[in-house]
């Protein structure tokens, strides 16, 4: 299983003249499993303009991973760690209808990743 959060501060209040900026803190943890245990801590700075129902945005932001698995052989227990930080880069456009929310994105860390997403909100 994995848990994990995130909490969205706005620094700088969007206004129809100014840009909206925010930061955004997450953290998340794998458990259940006995020999591997891995957490991800992630800051990242979003910069924001809303055109009507048109929101583009772009985030630029820095993820620390810290992993630890435990490796049984002849009944010699090797302990492997491994620590690593992760540049992300993020550009979006999110699409305000009058209830569904359409958000379409692509980010760029160790890979690319492309995502839609569709929510429903007032």
């Known amino acids: 299983k994995i848990y994990g959060g995130a909490i969205d501060i706005p620094i ?72 690593g930080n992760l540049n992300r880069y993020t550009v979006g456009l999110r699409l305000s209808l009058f209830i569904p929310k359409i958000v379409v994105e692509a980010t760029q860390a160790q890979v690319r990743s492309y995502a839609a997403k569709v929510s429903i909100g007032f």
């Not at 930061?23 to 992630?42: H, I, N, P, Q």
């Not at 979003?46 to 820095?62: D, H, W």
């Open 12 to 83: 700088i209040r969007g206004t129809l003249a100014s840009p909206e900026l925010a930061l955004r803190g997450s953290y998340s943890a794998l458990t259940g499993v006995d020999v591997f245990k891995e957490k991800t801590y992630g800051l990242e700075a979003f910069l924001s303009k809303g055109f009507g129902p048109l929101m583009p945005y772009v985030a630029y932001g820095r993820m620390r991973t810290s992993a630890t698995g435990k490796l049984t052989v002849s009944g010699q227990t090797t302990t492997l760690r491994d620590r």
